[in-house]
């Protein structure tokens, strides 16, 4: 099934364009309160648009002008499943009864629904607790019912909103490998904020931020390659936009930034992003000259731990640096720095 989405809902601020071809996931990333689960709400029928149309293999699942709905299939009749961050079972019923309850309101026979149910739980790996009431499930267990749930329906747009995020980290591993594999064949929008889920389950993700979408792309362009702060947040890179001076980025705050450019051919003043890893970033007390560098003056804003290492963060720029030269400057928030990059390490390019 193929989405296509275009939806307005001037009460929220909400304007998004989306599609997602046959087969495929789209990650929906952003902040809190950009818009994600608006887009969800949409799609599903939980919220009707001001302007704009739902549609699914070109069926119109909704279509409205200026608030008035010209075309409206109501949430049950839509084959749309919303799998939200809570597992919300039917505590009175079986897992098996909950699995197979889609398949049953769709007509099926209980001997066949039942089937379904115990094939949808072997794809989550719980065949096993079939007979258990939803109230005896872990947090990670129940939740992977409600996905066999979903599943079970055979919805023709599958949408799971933040469905790692009332978990335990210690359960997520294991949904999200049943998801890895369910998801193979099944059009879907997932909405996270973890970019683990955006790595292994979608193949594209979209950024959405203030109730627009700032940045579209393949996964792995858009994580190695990302245009927007947010989007290069998860990614885990620092991020300067500008517009481009022939031999580097000027950035609003007057910086120019040198790095490997994608070469001739590019006009003065287009819009450019450089893009370094925290890793890549020295911090020191005095500003620092010699090979092909760039440096940013910066207030430390906070010390974080990051594996063998401290994330130290000045406002919008992040370095990882040692313990050790974290006692040797006697690193404190407030304190003045230099970060130093060298231009080598910089990856610059249009957009
Ligand atoms: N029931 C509601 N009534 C009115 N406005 C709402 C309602 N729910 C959300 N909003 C507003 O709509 C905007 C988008 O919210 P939404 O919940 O879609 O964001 P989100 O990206 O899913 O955020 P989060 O990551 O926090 O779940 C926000 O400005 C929010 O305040």
């Not at 059009?187 to 579209?216: K, P, Q, S």
């Not at 996964?219 to 390659?225: F, Q």
Request: proline residues 6%; hydrophobic residues 45%; without cysteine.
């Amino acid at each position: 099934m193929t989405l296509t989405f275009a939806a307005t809902l001037p009460d929220r601020g909400f304007d998004v364009e989306l599609d997602v071809a046959e087969g495929r996931t789209l990650a929906l990333l952003g902040p809190n309160g950009a818009g994600k689960s608006t887009a969800l709400g949409l799609a599903a029928g939980t919220l009707r648009p001001h302007d704009g149309h739902v549609t699914l293999d070109g069926r119109p699942l909704v279509h409205a002008e200026a608030g008035r709905t010209r075309t409206w299939v109501p949430p049950h009749a839509r084959q749309v499943a919303l799998l939200a961050q809570e597992a919300l079972l039917f505590p009175h019923l079986s897992v098996r009864q909950n699995v197979a309850f889609g398949p049953r309101s769709q007509g099926a026979r209980r001997r066949e629904a039942d089937a379904a149910a115990d094939r949808r739980l072997a794809d989550v790996g719980l065949a096993s607790l079939a007979d258990r009431a939803p109230s005896t499930l872990s947090g990670g267990q129940a939740q992977r019912v409600a996905v066999a749930r979903a599943l079970a329906a055979e919805p023709r747009l599958l949408l799971l909103d933040e469905p790692m995020a009332a978990l335990d980290v210690e359960v997520t591993p294991a949904l999200r490998q049943s998801l890895k594999h369910l998801l193979a064949e099944q059009t879907t929008v997932i909405t996270t904020h973890d970019v683990l889920d955006a790595l292994l389950l979608a193949d594209e993700i979209a950024v959405i931020d203030g109730g627009r979408v700032v940045e579209r792309g393949a996964t792995a362009d858009v994580l190695a390659r990302p245009r927007s702060t947010f989007a290069a947040k998860i990614a885990g890179l620092n991020l300067l936009a500008g517009t481009w001076t022939g031999d580097g980025v000027r950035t609003t705050a007057g910086e120019v930034v040198h790095g490997h450019a994608p070469g001739d051919g590019l006009a003065v003043g287009v819009p450019m992003t450089a893009v370094f890893r925290p890793a890549a970033v020295s911090v020191y007390l005095d500003e620092q000259h010699g090979s092909p560098r760039n440096t940013f003056r910066g207030t430390v804003t906070s010390l974080e731990p990051r594996g063998d290492l401290v994330r130290v963060r000045t406002g919008h720029l992040a370095a990882d640096v040692t313990p050790q030269s974290v006692a040797e400057l006697s690193l404190v928030p407030g304190a003045q720095v230099w970060l130093s990059v060298k231009a080598a390490e910089v990856d610059v390019y249009p957009g």
